[in-house]
């Protein structure tokens, strides 16, 4: 795409036009008689076909609803096209976006084999109530099934779903359906969405604090973060003190987990995401998931692996819990990137003894768009991309560079604290000039100018597009596109190198 020639938006004068009320329906109708939100009577709403952003804006503020994550930006953005690892706005000012839609866009915007199959399906088999089969369902589960078996050396079933919160919820039942038991346990920092079941077991506060109970929220447990280590431990002489403490709680009845007499414990299982997503791009150190897993399966809980945002390569593994030895899930949660974010489609994967037709039998959960044609259609074409790519060598390799070069600018900002990262999921973490307390102002600075699309590199304007997680939300949490080249990873250095400097000035 040039970017030079995409025309900029018009910018209209506009003023409300005064609501035309007919005479004729004035002098014959009574008010009672006339609903006044449905007849002819009502007054005409201006057009928003010709209108500028500003006064989309303007509308915007009126009519939709600030629940979701717009209204975290101080202006929020319009962009109009997208391709590769950059979006576009009105003017046709390039940005380049270092989070690809929170790892949903894993191969980069428009990707044009994922577009021709959307497109095959519209034409082929546009919808379809879910109650019954199209092929490309039964083959995308299959694909799912065998990369599973392939990755974990595990056999199981595929059930899909909408969205990632709604496959963590199809996950909660299955894990109450086969244990009967509805505790969990989960990891401080973790995020799994923010449906009611979800936010039970996402340990951030700010996501239940205005929703009244959540009886069933999850037992949470410090994450081994490190740079921040829970228990002020070094990770060269911890031997791993995080994960004692985890066993430490099943020593007795009164550590309150397990009940020697019956070998039973309160909890049905343990949610993980391989690396911390939201939390921050938080990477366990080497050995802790094996651990952990160990003392799971001595204890028959589950271990549900949460590969919403790590799965799909993000990592350089198919799935993220790959790089740990000999562990294996009893279930799996995926979405985002499963169609390269379009068609919405999420699902689970279970071991065949917990999701076989015994026991989660039919009807046991179900949406209507569940696994819609346009979603699996289009996660079929994903997935033999992936089978057919070496992703699994070129993530590594480009994370190592991108990584390289986070260390270099750490060189000439003491104020990036940490730098880190498996494949390309990388983290840095914004701090003061002390390098370590933790400084959420001089994340947001650099989040918000690259919004604004004014950054100078190389002779032209530019932007940004970052996004901000972690505890303290301090971290710059990178996940650009698997197809980034090494060109765009040093532009990605300049831009941040330009944000950093900037921000650092306002603060
Ligand atoms: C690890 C993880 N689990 C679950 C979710 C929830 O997915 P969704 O936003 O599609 O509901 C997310 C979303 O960011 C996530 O990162």
Redesign the pocket.
Known sequence: MNINTTPGEAVMDFTPPTPVVPEAIETVVTTESIDPATSAAAPQAPSTETMSEQELLDIESEVCSYGDTVHYAEEPKFFENCEGSYLYDGEGTSYLDLQMW???VNLGYANQRVSDALKRQIDKLPQLACQYLHKEKVQLAYKIVNSVVKGFGAKGRVHFNV??????EDALKLVRRHTGKSRMLAFEG??????LG?SAITSSYRYRENFGEFGDRAEFVPYPYCFRCPYGKQVDSCELFCVQQIERKFDHEYTGWWNPKTNKSEFGAFII?PMQ??GGYVPAPKGYFERLAKILKERNILLID?????GFFRTGKLWALEHMDGVTPDAM?F??ALTNGMN?L?GIWAKEELITPEKFGPGSTHSTFSSNSLGTATGLEVMKIFEESDYEISVPKKGEYFLGLLKELQQRHPEIGDVDGVGLALRMEMCEADGYSPSRELADRMFQIGLEGNLKVDGQRMGLVLDIGGYCKNVVTLAPSLEISYDEMDLAAKLLDLVITQAKKEI
Do not use: C, F, L, W
């Not at 949460?306 to 790590?310: G, L, N, S, T, Y």
């Open positions: 929170y790892s949903a969205g990632g919160a709604n496959a963590v973790g995020y799994h969405g923010r449906s979800a995401e997503g939201t949460d590969e919403i945002q790590m949660v979405g985002k919405p999420s």
